[in-house]
């Protein structure tokens, strides 16, 4: 990228959608789901987190778009030989872990959403413990894509 000020917008951009996803993943794992457990029954729980969930998740999928249109870009205007391999790393790692949120959203959450509907509490917790670990696993990747952009750029 030639132009400064549109490599450091692109930057700025590709930040804040890691930001607004992995903080907003910290959020609902470390602050939410510990309260909401602490505090309600299955009944009112799991409708919560799965509402809760929903408006998350939308902005998961404008992150994913944006950490791609941001980030392409940038790589591309190095050359995939001329980029460190902290960038090649971030790339597999974020790669993987949009695979894994498709499977979150596709699978464990769909089911989530269908055993509220169908108020079957032992099958949304179940989900809801599936995508606990699936969003865990997302949050360490992430921590360690940044890690190889910052230890091995």
């Known amino acids: 990228m030639k132009d400064p000020l549109m490599y450091a917008l692109m930057n700025f951009l590709h930040l804040l959608a890691a930001i607004v996803w992995l903080g907003g993943v910290s959020f609902v794992l470390i602050a939410l789901r510990p309260a909401a457990a602490a505090l309600l029954s299955p009944p009112q729980r799991l409708p919560l987190m799965a ?37 090649h790393l971030m790339l597999g790692i974020g790669l993987l872990m949009f695979a894994l949120f498709g499977h979150l959203y596709f699978g464990p959450f769909r089911r989530l959403k269908q ?39």
């Open 51 to 87: 509402q809760v969930l929903s408006r998350f998740f939308v902005l998961v999928w404008l992150s994913i778009g944006l950490l791609l249109l941001t980030g392409v870009p940038m790589l591309l205007s190095v050359g995939m030989k001329g980029a460190p391999v902290g960038w």
């Open 115 to 153: 055993a509220v509907s169908a108020s079957n509490w032992p099958e949304g917790g179940r989900r809801a413990g599936q995508i606990v670990s699936l969003a865990l696993l997302n949050l360490v990747l992430g921590a360690l894509a940044i890690g190889a952009v910052i230890f091995l750029a």
